[in-house]
């Protein structure tokens, strides 16, 4: 259950605020339209239930705000926009690093994968999805925690008609096994079609809570779609009637030869044209649209009718855009159809929802009989006391192509068959918290894309070619042509890498917010920042050491072995270049972390030694490095202790590079940074 008290948006200077105190109630067992126009406030209102959004008022799911869940991802699913991921990341490969932040197996993305029908496209990459393939992609992202609650924004916009159905059918299904459904839409019909319960929107306001019997009763026009030939003479005629019976009928010219008869009967309009003659190619009764915006809707029509728009491949027939997304099909004049057909579809509209929710959410046995069941009527049945067997179409699915991969994709079986679909089977045992999650994580975020090979192989390329033209120019010393490392340059190739990495990583997580529903839109757990922080120094670590091999083998190619000799101080310089390089992924980790962006945390790597060493050089006055000669030593006579192993040497070398300009400005930087995102973490939380 969904409970929402007084959500609240901040207003911006002196406008009023888009949401004004909205409170609802979503019920387990149910489907809950949110129903609004354009601008009603519809997707900030679920902004504001999921804390992804600043705003007043509260909302608790099965009794606890989200920020007291302590595993948001199992108790609601959510589908807000497009799927938030990399352009360059696979299907599958976005579907496993979720796993790895919720602490799923990575067979449970094969198994959301073949429920949305998008196994043959597991490989297709995010940037060439389709409207509807995305849409199944977020609907798997939803489903793949196997959460009590699926909050969707629009889940259906842009689907064609045999997708809408299928994904109403993924609701339905839900809801059927106890689990909760809240979703938007600004179309009244499929409201009234798909939910139990229609909560109306007007202008960031609240202005009904209504049964889906009360709804179609009070909210929703009925019309009678006719398509004749002779639309202008029929409408004519039929006003002319109107006027000597004295009835009150609106007739609306939606363009072409169409017509939309309001307060008439599909009987009264076939008469009419009957006696005068009239041909009708179509006869239907419609539920029209809502209530004060018929007139705009109307509009918007007659302007779609005068300029169609060729449809994309797979996303609809040229019947079904013709017929506006109306929610009845195309029936001929004295069908004996007709009666039986309205028959259902009002009783569908007068039903009731059920008073009493299922007792469990997800329940193995009833998925079981769910998804076992070989009789589609016990399925509808058991699914909802509503009758939504009209909802499903029983006619042949075609596959459908996606127009910008040369994969194919079939809607699952169920919409063939006219079966509720079915749901990934229930998570039953769930694995302990690991402290390893995160780094799992971080590790397939990673890998999942080229950016960080693509990156690691032009440092390692530059560094070479700068090394081989430092040792031709010469008057360069071996420890910095090692690196790479000019004197004019701020920072060696790797370290300027490493740093560009490590601002990656947390530039990503505000660019492409997989994870905000589970961490919020600012991603602060402390957790995620070790994992990222342990990740970037293994990185730095690798490229460094690599750099410096491959500049090793340039350097042996080129000039022979007399450039290729080990220094005498090989530790400290060491460790100084590791240090260095670890200290730029870390500077860009934390910084990107702040302020949120992968360009900031660059640029912090690259203040270092621009702005930061100069002050602490004249800080220090003078050359540092002496200092530390003999400070273990002055220690160890300190303490009166004896260095085990010659531990002197590692003390004194971890010494040097602290006291060099690089590394005390490189140690300053990051206390700062460190500091910086301590605060904001703890800012976050308390609000």
Same mark, same amino acid.
């Given at each position: ?479 910095? %042509?090692? /690196?790479?490392?000019? *004197? ?5 190739? $790797? &370290? =300027?890498? #490493?740093?560009? !990495? ?87 980790? %934390?910084? /990107?972390?702040?302020? *949120? ?5 660059? $640029? &912090? =790597?690259? #203040?270092?030694? !621009? ?77």
């Amino acid at each position: 259950m969904i409970q929402a008290i007084g959500l609240t948006s901040t207003p911006r200077k002196e406008l009023p605020p888009a949401v004004d105190d909205v409170s609802f109630e979503a019920h387990s067992g149910r489907v809950t339209a949110l129903l609004g126009t354009s601008g009603a406030g519809r997707t900030t209102v679920l902004r504001l239930m999921l804390e992804l959004q600043k705003g007043r008022g509260i909302t608790y799911f099965r009794g606890r705000p989200l920020h007291r869940v302590a595993h948001p991802n199992r108790e609601v699913g959510v589908l807000l926009g497009e799927v938030p991921g990399h352009p360059a990341r696979t299907i599958r490969s976005h579907l496993r690093m979720l796993c790895a932040a919720a602490g799923l197996p990575v067979r449970r993305a094969d198994e959301v994968l073949e429920v949305v029908g998008l196994v043959s496209l597991r490989e297709a990459r995010l940037s060439t999805l389709s409207r509807g393939m995305d849409r199944r992609l977020g609907l798997a992202c939803a489903l793949l925690s196997d959460p009590h609650a699926l909050v969707l924004d629009e889940p259906a916009h842009g689907l064609s008609a045999r997708e809408g159905r299928w994904l109403h059918g993924i609701m339905r299904a839900h809801a059927a096994q106890g689990g909760t459904v809240l979703f938007t839409t600004g179309d009244p019909k499929e409201a009234a079609r798909i939910a139990d319960r229609v909560l109306t929107l007007e202008q960031g306001r609240l202005v009904a809570d209504q049964d889906v019997a009360d709804f179609s009763r009070t909210r929703l026009r009925p019309r009678v779609a006719v398509r004749t030939p002779h639309a202008a003479r029929l409408g004519a005629l039929l006003t002319k009637e109107a006027r000597t019976a004295r009835r009150s009928v609106e007739i609306v010219r939606e363009g072409g030869n169409r017509l939309s008869v309001y307060g008439s009967t599909c009987a009264e309009v076939g008469e009419a044209a009957f006696r005068h003659g009239i041909l009708v190619h179509q006869l239907a009764d419609e539920m029209g649209d809502m209530g004060p915006t018929a007139a705009v809707a109307a509009t918007v029509r007659e302007t779609a009718a005068a300029t169609p728009t060729p449809s994309r491949p797979g996303e609809g027939e040229p019947g079904e855009a013709e017929s506006g997304g109306s929610v009845e099909e195309s029936q001929g004049v004295g069908d004996d159809s007709d009666a039986a057909t309205n028959a259902r579809r009002l009783s569908h509209a007068d039903s009731s929802p059920p008073s009493t929710p299922p007792v469990s959410h997800r329940s193995p046995a009833s998925h079981a009989n769910l998804a076992g069941s070989a009789d589609p009527a016990d399925l509808i049945d058991r699914s909802s006391p509503t009758n939504h067997a009209d909802h499903i179409n029983t006619a042949d699915v075609s596959q459908h192509l996606d127009p910008q991969s040369p994969h194919m994709a079939r809607l699952p079986r169920s919409v063939e068959t006219g079966t509720l679909p079915p749901l990934p089977p229930p998570i039953t045992v769930r694995p302990a918290s690991n402290p390893l999650r995160p780094v799992l994580y971080e590790l397939r975020r990673a890998t999942g894309v080229a950016t960080g090979y693509v990156t690691a192989v032009v440092v390692i390329v530059v560094s070479a070619v700068m090394a081989g033209v430092l040792a031709r120019m010469g008057h360069t010393p071996q420890p910095r %042509l090692l /690196a790479a490392w000019p *004197r004019e340059f701020p920072l060696p190739p $790797a &370290a =300027v890498g #490493a740093g560009l !990495l490590g601002a990656i990583s947390f530039g990503d997580e505000f660019r492409y917010p997989a994870l905000a529903v589970d961490r919020g839109p600012v991603p602060r757990r402390l957790g995620l920042l070790a994992a990222k922080l342990l990740v970037s120094a293994a990185t730095g670590l690798l490229l460094a050491l690599i750099t410096v091999g491959c500049d090793l083998e340039v350097l042996y190619l080129l000039h022979g072995p007399e450039l290729t000799s080990v220094p005498g101080d090989w530790l400290p310089l060491g460790a100084s270049w590791l240090g260095l390089v670890v200290g730029c992924a870390w500077a860009g980790v %934390l910084a /990107a972390g702040v302020f *949120r962006s992968t360009s900031a945390g660059l $640029a &912090a =790597v690259v #203040a270092v030694p !621009l702005l930061v060493v100069p002050l602490v050089q004249k800080v220090l006055e003078g050359p540092a490095v002496r200092h530390a000669i003999g400070f273990p030593m002055r220690l160890r006579e300190l303490v009166l202790t004896q260095w085990p192993f010659g531990g002197e040497r590692y003390v004194e070398a971890a010494a040097q590079v602290i006291v060099q300009p690089e590394g005390g400005a490189l140690l300053l930087s990051l206390t700062a940074l460190l500091g910086a995102y301590l605060l904001t973490t703890v800012r976050s939380r308390a609000r």
